[in-house]
């Protein structure tokens, strides 16, 4: 139920709009069953499991920032490796001085467009 939708409101507005298409929907691990019948059942236990899963979200997600902060503090968490190196880097701006096209260079050096351009806009 929680990797259907994002939260609550999502999830209801997803099931309504299903079900009105006729779609049976199963959720097999709560084993709720929505065919398009208005069950004020079924329509409940909706909203608490789907408030449930909402909640276990925002609690995992509480967790993952309070455990990269304690990472960060520990001086374990630097986040991702350079895909260029310091002498790459500067080649790369070479070649782009000297007018080359900034896709063929991406490709060249293997890197994302994006990439390049985070390369040529920060000082290295």
């Known amino acids: 139920m929680d990797r259907l939708a994002r939260n609550l409101d999502d999830l209801r507005r997803l099931v309504h709009a299903l079900t009105e298409r006729g779609v049976c929907i199963e959720f097999v691990k709560e084993n709720l069953t929505f065919t398009g019948e208005a069950s004020p059942m079924a329509n409940l236990m909706l909203s608490v499991m789907g408030a449930f899963a909402e909640f276990e979200r925002a609690l995992i997600g509480e967790r993952q920032r309070e455990g990269i902060a304690l990472a960060k503090k520990r ?33 060249d050096f293997g890197i994302s467009r994006e990439t390049l351009y985070q390369y040529l806009k920060t000082d290295a």
Do not use: C, F, H, P
């Open 75 to 107: 001086g374990a968490y630097r986040g991702r490796k350079k895909a260029l190196s310091s002498n790459r880097i500067a080649e790369l701006r070479q070649r782009v001085a000297n007018g080359e096209q900034k896709a063929k260079l991406a490709r």
